[in-house]
């Protein structure tokens, strides 16, 4: 009797737990609906916050960033620490909110030891380095300035749009679409970036890169250029990055308006999507080895201005968020005949953009 009640509560336990293993979706709005929704298994709002644009875990908490600070007139973006408060129902509390340091931080990183958090903020052209003790912000933010522009009207000024580390955690790489660069930094265990950059990666004028990933070993990275409407391969030779494929990530002849988001890639590395924004599509990549890459095909999109993706079910599906649909549609992903194929089925979020486990 003893063990078929421990049973029963082990597996009711569970029961909450894989509910908690549905995805985060954050919508950016303004409004009190803005902040974080738990998706798939149900789309309960789990906290308001508005203005959040990007989301990630660590180990002990999740990670947001905003682009205001909330309840204040500041142009300064926001930066939260959270943390699960009701298994569930998966909501989240705010253990802190701080000021980014920096104008419209639109994504951020953990260092590996999580001894250091990153935010990319667009507007101010600059990077925040916070210090965390046990998880949590602690002082005022180290901000890194990045210099230079490029050709079009969106690249008068730096605007980085991604950090993230490399596969071995001693580089962070950010991505500025403002400078048509990708900034190499050292990352120092215990202190935090070391300056100045180590090395520059350099796109064709006018790219305006947004988003990069890294292949299995470290030595590719494949990056989604918003502003020509491309995606790239760099590979590491001797030491140093060069560039070494740019094709679209639309299909041939295709003259649709149109911004690409996020890259995301499968575990294995064989395989790579971007979402294709105007165009409403998702952009399906195959890997074929030392930089090489092709275009699959890019799948028509049920929603309108495809932000994210999301990799569940053991990769055998795709969530992609819609910022202006305010929707999350689900893909099927056959990686064997290499196929992604929309599912009818779909939920409602306002102004969804990123996702997150």
């Known amino acids: 009797m003893k063990k078929t009640i ?14 908690c293993r549905s995805f985060y979706t ?36 999740y990670y947001a960033t905003a682009g205001r600070m909330p309840g204040k007139n500041s142009k300064s973006g926001a930066v939260a620490v959270l943390s699960r408060v009701h298994i569930p129902h998966c909501t989240l509390g705010v253990l802190q909110s701080v000021s980014a340091g920096g104008i419209t931080p639109c994504h951020l990183t953990l260092s590996f030891d999580e001894k250091f958090l990153y935010t990319a903020n667009y507007s101010s052209g600059d990077i925040s380095e916070f210090r965390l003790d046990n998880g949590k912000i602690t002082g005022s933010p180290r901000l890194i300035k990045h210099e230079g522009k490029s050709i079009t009207k969106r690249q008068k000024s ?92 639309l299909p041939a002849g295709t003259t649709h308006r149109n911004s690409p988001g996020a890259i995301k890639i499968t575990d294995d590395g064989k395989f790579f999507f971007i979402t294709n924004r105007g165009h409403n599509s998702i952009a399906f990549f195959e890997t074929t080895g030392k930089g090489n890459f092709k275009l699959l095909e890019a799948v028509p999109s049920p929603g309108n201005f495809p932000s994210d993706i999301l990799l569940i079910d053991n990769e055998k599906r795709l969530a992609v968020s819609h910022l202006k649909s305010g929707t999350v549609h689900f893909f099927k992903l ?13 939920i409602t979020v306002p102004q969804a953009i990123a996702l997150c486990r």
């Not at 421990?6 to 509910?19: E, M, P, V």
């Not at 006018?206 to 299995?216: D, Y």
Request: charge should be positive; aromatic fraction near 12%.
């Open 334 to 346: 056959d990686k064997k005949n290499k196929k992604v194929t929309p599912e009818q089925h779909f």
């Open 158 to 249: 730096p605007h980085p749009h991604f950090v993230g580390f490399s596969p071995d955690g001693k580089q962070l790489f950010a991505s500025d679409l403002g400078t048509d660069e990708i900034f190499i930094y050292n990352y120092l265990p215990g202190k935090g970036l070391q300056l100045p950059c180590v090395e520059k990666l350099k796109l064709p004028a006018g790219s305006g890169p947004r988003h990069l990933v890294f292949s299995l070993c470290g030595k590719i990275l494949y990056t989604a250029n918003e502003l020509n409407s491309t995606a790239s391969s760099f590979v590491k030779i001797n030491g140093k990055w060069q560039l070494f494929k740019t094709i679209s990530t």
């Open 26 to 61: 954050v919508s950016l709005s303004k409004k009190a609906e803005g902040g974080i929704y738990c998706t798939e298994k149900s789309t309960e709002q789990v906290l308001s916050f508005p203005t959040m644009n990007y989301l990630i875990s660590g180990s002990r908490y």
């Open 6 to 19: 421990l049973f029963i509560l082990l597996s009711s336990f569970a029961a909450l737990l894989s509910g």
